[in-house]
């Protein structure tokens, strides 16, 4: 019979137990995660001296690694000869968990910090650290508290990686593109995206009659008629594309939308050389889609929602409208662009609509509630047009990244006060047809120059006068919307109904151009997407005279996140080593620390 003691005894015993398991499974974590940083060693004295080699993994080092490495139910297995299970055909719709800010969306402290507009007095400055600045401000910066640096520190290590990142993955592009496949029909797998309608496959003919099979069933990943992976760049995620790269497969990628979506990924070499081709914003991508919210050059000079000076003058006095528009409803964005304009209303009235800076309310009839459907309404094309001028920001900065914000008020015969791409002028109808705010030193000067214009009615008019016969002269804005080959709104002149149908054809082309060359002994050229296909510089936010010149710390976070989660992928995905999230997270942690510890 067991006394009390002994059960006390025999409880304890248990307890003891249990925590020694669990510290060692936990430092045997630890361990297998700190021997993943370091590139697999050739000999044992090489590990002891802490020197190591890059050597090529062959199946029976994968298989040992795969063997030890982390087996858990969402890990990726890279092997060439890999079957895809059913779980790995379905949509995986989860987000990385490193930067997991929807995962906030109802926590009452996230929503209340999100929802405040970003101050300028408070914003650290460009020599605060980053960390620990973010870890008050943001509950997802908590993982980095303890990483004490400062954000020029930050930017010295992303730029010592570079050159490694770019040596090791142009290996990697280029077999990709080896392969002995010519199939008659190529089969192009659209991975994340499909513009045919669900479950349906077509045959596509492009130019010269070439033809290609669009498929979106990931069974025929494999199949070797296969010989294009198409992804769309929003739904991009670590743990739902393929589990093993073929050699002969080309991936091309479409992207139009903001730097800002997919975690920031793409604004950095380790995520774009994984491509061989590109359709994005970028003029210097394979497919350049930059004018792809523009309708047709007719959209800008069409008078069908023109209103009169004088009648946008009557409207400021009889309706009390300010000279300027405003209406967003993505608030706290990586251009700053709400701070701009609180800046902007200490010198001159700005009627801000929408959620953000909100000072003047829509009717009724325009409430926006979850759609954004009134914003293409008649009544509200009706109300812009009221304005003499339009504040155009968009929500992110990088060159080529120009939206309907801009392209909507020359559209109205509103002058837009632009704020995005670098290169916007690039793409104004004229070289006086909208005011652009990094030609001003500061906010002050901006609002009067803009004074000056509502005062001058000769000289606003000067800013539409792109609207009559002769008016738009920018030529390459004419040339850029008039070969494109895909239409906006189906229009029946263009080969392509959309910029997605345009791509497929256009990789379709490609990959008959590779099958020519296969057939005739040749070997395939390197064919890689580059840094400018997409890449974006780490955000910033304006002064306190409207200069957007600092480093912004919240949204720089995420950027350089961004880059040491890209290079923890591509450690695990180019040596086709099993990965979880939480090893993406931990190595990604690693990394970061290792080269500020060299910086």
Not at 118 to 126: A, F, K
Not at 491 to 498: A, E, H, N, V
Request: some cysteine; hydrophobic content about 30%; overall charge negative.
């Amino acid at each position: 019979m067991l006394t009390f003691e002994k059960w006390r005894r025999l409880i304890l015993y248990s307890v003891i137990t249990t925590i020694v398991l669990v510290l060692g499974s936990y430092c045997y974590e630890v361990l297998l995660t700190e021997k993943s940083l370091k590139d697999v060693c050739m000999n044992e004295d090489d590990c002891a001296t802490g020197q190591t080699k890059d050597m090529e993994l062959n199946r029976e080092n994968l298989e040992i690694l795969a063997k030890q490495s982390h087996a858990e139910s969402n890990t990726h297995l890279h092997y060439e000869s890999s079957p895809y299970s059913e779980q790995t055909l379905e949509r995986n719709n989860e987000r990385n968990p490193v930067m997991p800010v929807d995962d906030f969306k109802g926590n009452e402290e996230f929503e209340q910090l999100d929802s405040e507009p970003t101050s300028t007095t408070n914003n650290p400055s460009s020599n605060e650290d980053l960390y620990q600045y973010a870890d008050k401000t943001v509950p997802t910066y908590s993982l980095l508290k303890n990483s004490k640096l400062s954000t020029e520190t930050l930017v010295r290590g992303i730029e010592k990686q570079d050159q490694v990142a770019s040596d090791r993955t142009r290996d990697n592009v280029k077999l990709s593109n080896i392969g002995k496949q010519t199939p008659a029909i190529p089969k192009l797998l659209w991975w994340d995206f499909y513009s045919h309608g669900a479950g349906k496959d077509d045959i596509i003919t492009c130019k010269q009659g070439v033809k290609c099979h669009v498929v979106s069933n990931r069974s025929l990943t494999d199949h070797p008629d296969t010989m294009a992976i198409i992804h769309y760049g929003t739904h991009f995620y670590f743990m739902d594309l393929p589990k093993h790269r073929r050699k002969e497969v080309t991936w091309a990628v479409i992207h139009e939308e903001s730097p800002k979506n997919a975690d920031f990924l793409f604004n950095h070499e380790e995520i774009l050389s994984l491509f061989n081709y590109t359709a994005t914003f970028k003029r210097e991508s394979d497919y350049p889609i930059t004018t792809h919210f523009l309708p047709s050059i007719s959209y800008l000079q069409s008078k069908q929602y023109l209103v009169s000076t004088q009648d946008k003058n009557r409207y400021q006095k009889e309706e009390n409208l300010a000279p300027i528009f405003y209406i967003h409803s993505d608030c706290n964005v990586p251009s700053n662009r709400d701070v701009y304009v609180e800046l902007l209303q200490k010198f001159i009235r700005v009627d801000s609509y929408g959620k953000c800076n909100n000072n003047k309310a829509l009717p009724d009839s325009l409430t926006f509630g979850k759609s954004m459907a009134p914003m293409t309404s008649k009544e509200f094309y009706e109300l812009a047009a009221k304005y003499k001028f339009t504040l155009a920001m968009e929500n992110a900065v990088c060159d080529d990244y120009i939206t309907e914000k801009l392209w909507r008020p020359f559209h109205l015969g509103s002058v837009p006060i632009v704020f995005g791409s670098p290169k916007i002028k690039d793409y104004l109808p004229s070289k006086k047809s909208a005011v652009v705010i990094n030609d001003f030193d500061d906010v002050e000067k901006l609002a009067a120059f803009i004074k000056y214009l509502d005062r001058n009615d000769t000289a606003y008019e000067e800013y539409l006068h792109y609207k009559e016969p002769g008016g738009l002269t920018n030529t390459f804005l004419i040339d850029s919307v008039n070969k494109r080959e895909w239409s906006k709104y189906h229009d029946q002149t263009k080969p392509f109904y959309s910029l997605f149908s345009g791509f497929e054809c256009y990789i379709c082309e490609e990959m008959h151009k590779n099958i020519d060359t296969i057939k005739s002994g040749e070997e395939l050229p390197i064919k890689v997407a580059k840094l400018d296909h997409y890449g974006c510089p780490p955000p910033k936010r304006f002064t306190d005279k409207g200069q957007y010149t600092v480093i912004d710390p919240r949204f720089s976070y995420f950027w350089y996140e961004g880059k040491y989660r890209a290079k923890a992928f591509r450690y695990y995905y180019d040596r086709n080593l099993n990965f979880t999230e939480k090893n993406i997270a931990t190595l990604a942690k690693s990394f970061r620390q290792e080269y500020m510890d060299d910086g």
